[in-house]
Structures are given as structure tokens and as C-alpha cells.
């Protein structure tokens, strides 16, 4: 808990009610340790009554314990503090257990990717492809696939990321009138655009152009750049619009151009968030199955040409060995960890270059 | 690049040097404002494109009679739009239970990260969030199959034996496979998502109204909801947006989930009710061919209007606030 300085001390003049009835200006307040030993007490008690109702679990107790510590502080703060303050706590109670529950998918579900994957994962599974591999067979491995989702992944990332700067830097810099609002507009609706419908528009666009037995890893770089594009814009134009017009104004005001203004002070000073938020579409389309699935599919070997010919990628390997079971199971988790893996890799990355490129921020 | 007009940057000789680099700038700066601008015409080009190809594609269907339809081997409905009914309420249902669950735990995470939690601490939850958001679908349907449909078993087991008589949980057969596990997915799916957008809209929160609201006596709880949820209301509409977007056309958790079923059904626990278009689409899109594509395309164009209204409604309620942003 940070404490702020404010709430600690005892602020001035009390409510005139309350006031009226202390005769004094000083509030009391819980302890510091007062939550803790709420916490201590609620567990303590949770424990207690599901050994009365039964045998106790460590989910239950949790989560009664929970329920108790909810009440409990919340009413001992309204006789000891007053309203005020507790629906504070009751607050602070609340986002604290919202975290606290969103972390339960979300460490389960990397612990079982990390300890269902490492049972076949190893340097074997990762350069190895599918060719020979059947039946109850536990070889094979993503070679394949990593190739396929580097470049289909790097292919939709050269469309998508010029275009949407760009664009970002049109709608905030350049974009008045009817035709900036129905960019945005349309950006808007291009972000909810399903991945499937991505994955079906170049199935057709590719189809009913080189007839409909076409299959590349363009189509799949053109659906996913469809996916990626929006979610540049958005975030580099969220970025943009955060750089204070002082900043602008100080560039106009010695000389500089609009077009350096933007690329020398307004690009510059965005830039952490720019690559944060082109490295979060890519992590975002790098895992995209559905549209894949439609329109590169999946084949046992190496598949080097973009433009020609089936290719395998992560995500649809993944899926098309979960869907096979038996040993492909324990591929499929294999390969979302290959996943995952190489997702870290890109944030960590993305954090790098914008901890050593941003300029130093005031908070 | 208004004041510099090109009559004003040729009169300018090259002997004076700030007009050189003016002239300079005149003309890269036009580039620079045409290559911007071309690439804003890019998103529209796109996506009348996709709208285009999409109709194009479906029109054998949308105008195939329904006896045509109907050789189809997997078509049992009288009509398409008695076919596309029941996807297109499988997958509302699915993501709007995905939003109930996702958006106040969002809104949760994303305060406990930027006001609550400490400075120090909050900065590598950030970082944990910013990974989740990238955690790819395949995994969540991996995960929600394998993982969470045996957690869920004896929660779904205990809630339609003591709350069955509520319709919504009626009727629970195990393995969880029913549209609640694959809502429950999705809405793990969205959440970091929105926390993330969330968190980034409400750390920009101006400090002095923070300070403001502080200085004049509020809690913590009064200084967030004066001066943080306001100024982040718009960014959190976006947020669920967005969440909301991902949901309806996420494709791989309810394909790998739910077992699926053509019914207009509120029984959330019985598995075979129902049945999202995208899943639909992708389990049947890879052995369909001729008319069956065309219908599935069809299908698809309905995802994607369903998807337009959807977010002609949320940029309505954001056009009802003023922007605050640097740039105008």
C-alpha cells in the first residue's frame, strides 16, 4: 500500500455532523495494521467454519476468507472511521481482490503451458519438422512452423506498420474535416473486424484472383496485416495525441518545419509507445489462428516461399495437433510454448527499446 | 504546412540560408503530407474491399434457393437466415457474458496497478499484463479445454444441483463443454486487454486533478472516481471495445470449447445449445467447397455488419464526450 500523504494525516475540518457531536477537528482512524490483522482474523475464521461444515479446501477457505475480510473491515471502518472512509477501504478491498482474481487464469494458465509443453519440448522438437511423422509417433517437431509464423508474421508487420503510422500521423497532425472523422470512423471499425472475417476477405480477394486452388503465405500476411493495421493506428495515434502542443508550438516557434516538427519532436517523443504498440499487434497477430487456418493451412515440411503453396504456422500447428490427440497433444502444448517463448522474446524487446530510446517522462 | 505556400518558397533565392532549408522543407513536407494522406485513403480503400469481396463471394448464397441450399450436407435449416439466427445469438451470448465478466475486473486490475498497488511493484505487474494481452488464442483454447473445463466441473455440478431451478443453470452435463466455460475463456481472453488499455488511459490522468481532488480533503475512492474514471471514461469505452471485438470474432477458444448446437437456448451449462459464427466458419471452412463456401462467406458477412453495429454504437458513445487530448 503507498501511502499517500494526504490520507495518513488528519484532514482539517470534520463534517459538521460529525463535528457537532466530537467537538473536535481530529478524526480517528484504523491502525496501519488493521487490514492485516482483518486478514489474519477472516482466515483464521474461514478456516474454523468450513472444519465445522466439512473438510476445508484451500479454494474454499480462500474464498470465504475473502467474503469475511470484506465485511468485516468494511464495517469495523464505518463505526470507527465513518462512511466515508470505509467505502474507501471497501474500495481498495475490491480492486485488490480484482487482481488477485485475475491472476488465478492467468499464473494457472502459464504454468500449464510451461509444465505440458517441456515434456517434448527441446532443440530437437524446435528444428525438426513433421515429415515421417504418424500414428503414436511422439517425434516431430515446429521447424516448419516457426519459419511459416516468422515470415507470414514479419510479411503482414512490412504492410501494416508504414501504412499505420502514417495514417496515425494523417489523422493527428494533418486529418480535418469529413475525411479525417470517417478515417476514424473507420479505423474504429476495422479494430473490431473478427479475425475469421480477415482470413475469409483474402481467401477471396487471393481465390478470385489466381483462381480458387491458390494458396500462399501472402494470403495469410494480407488477412493478418487487415488485423494489425487498426491496432498500429489506434496506438500510435493514442501516442501521438499525448504529446503536449507546447511541445509543438516551441518546435513551429523556432523555424522548424511541420514535417521535422513531426518526425524530430513528435515521432521522437512517442516513440516508446509507438514501438510498444506495434510490438503488441504483432504479438497480437503473431498467435491469429482462425485466419491461417482459412487460407495457408498446414503441410509436414519447410515451406520457404511466400508466395507459393501451403504453409505451416504456430498457432494452426498447434491446433491441428490438439485436434489430432493422443501424442500431438503434448505437441500442441509444445508448441504453444514455442508460442509463448517467442512472444517474451518480442516484449522484452519492445520493453528494451523503449526504456533505452524514450525520452526520460516526468511520472 | 499551410503557411509555407509554394509562391512564398520559390520567390526566396538560395543565396539566403533559412530560405533553403524553408524551400526544402516545402517540398518534403508535401511529400511527407501526401504520403499520410494516402495512407489514411488506404483504411478506406480496404475496407470498402473487404465489404466488396465478402458480398461478392456470398452472393451465390444470399441468392441460391433454399432447395440448393439445402444439398449442402451440413445444411438443416428452411433458409440461410434460419441457419445464421442461432450463430448469431450463440455469439452475442458468448461475448457479452465474456464482457460481464471481463470489464469490472479490468477496471479493477488496471486501478490496482495505476493508483493502488506500490510504484515499484506496479511497474512489473504492468509488465506481467502487457505479456498476458499477448498470449495467443490457440493457448486460451488449449488451456480452456484441457486445463478449465475439469476446474469448472464440480462449480458447474454444485451450481445446477442447488440453483437449477434458475433456467440459466439448468440442465449441466459434464465435461464442461458449454457456452459459460467458453464465455469464462473469453472473458480471461479480453481482461488483459482491456487492463491494459485501461491502465495506460488512467495513469494519464492530469496529476494536479488528482492532487486537486486530494487537497481538498477526498479519500483515495473519492480522488478515482472524481478524477480518474471521468477523465478514463472514454478510453475505457474504447477498452471494452476493443475486448468486445476480440470476442465476438474470437474463433479458436469457443472451436476448441464448446460443443456446438444450433438452438435460440439460455441453458448457459448444457453443452450442444449453441454455437458461435466464427467457430462455425472455421470448423466447416476447410472441407467446404462451391456453395458451401459461398454460404459460410455468408455467414461471415453477418459477423462482420453484426461487428460494424457494434462499434457504430461504442463510437457514439465516445462522440458524446469532448476529446481531451494534446493535440486540439
Redesign the interface.
Known sequence: ??T?P??STP??PAPPGRGAASGTARRSRLKPWAPWAAAGGSLVLAFLVTLVAGTPSFASVVALAAVFYLVGLTAWSRIVEGP??A??R???T??????G??LV??I??LW??VS?GSKVFSLTFLNTNMVGVFGDMTEGGVYHAIIGTVLITAAAAAISV???I??A???????RGP??R??T??????????????G??AF??FT?IFGPAYRAGIMGAVALS?LM??VV?RSVE?M??????EL?EAAYAL?V????T?IKVVLRTAIAGIV?GVM?AV??V?????PL??TV?IITKVNWDLFDGLMTTL??Y??NQ?SQGGAG?DR??AA?LT??LI??V??LIA?LVSKFFSPKAA? | MAVLSPAKTTKLTSEDEPAVKRSKGGIAGRLFQWLSTAAGLTILVTLAAVAGFLILRAWPALTASPAELQEISWFKADSLLSYVGPLIFGTLLASVLALLIAVPLSVGIALFISHYAPRRLAQGLGYIIDLLAAIPSVVYGLWGALWLAPVLNPIFEWLTSSLGFIPLFAGYQPPAKNILTASIVLGVMILPIITAVAREVFLQTPRLHEEAALALGATRWEMVRMAVLPFGRSGLVSASMLGLGRALGETMAVLMILSPGFLYSFFLLEPGQHQSIAANIAAKFPEASGLSVSALIATGLALFVITLVVNMFARWIISRRSEFSGAN
Open positions: 500500500m503507498t499517500l494526504l490520507s484532514a482539517a466515508r472512509w467505502t474507501d471497501l474500495a481498495t475490491l480492486v485488490t481482490f480484482a487482481f482474481l485475475a487464469p492467468l494457472s494458465l500449464t503451458v505440458k508504414p501504412i499505420g502514417l495514417t500521423i494523417y489523422l493527428v497532425e494533418y486529418g475525411m479525417a470517417g478515417i470512423f473507420l479505423v474504429d471499425v476495422m479494430t473490431g473486424i473478427p479475425s475469421i472475417v480477415a475469409l476477405f477471396s480477394l478470385l487487415l493495421t487498426p493506428i493514442e501521438l495525441r499525448l504529446v503536449p502542443n509543438r523555424g518545419p511541420k514535417w521535422l513531426i510498444t503488441l504479438a497480437r503473431i498467435g491469429e489462428t482462425a487456418l482459412l493451412g498457432p494452426v498447434a491446433y490438439y497433444v500442441a502444448w504453444a508460442l509463448i512472444v517474451m518480442l516484449n520493453r511520472r
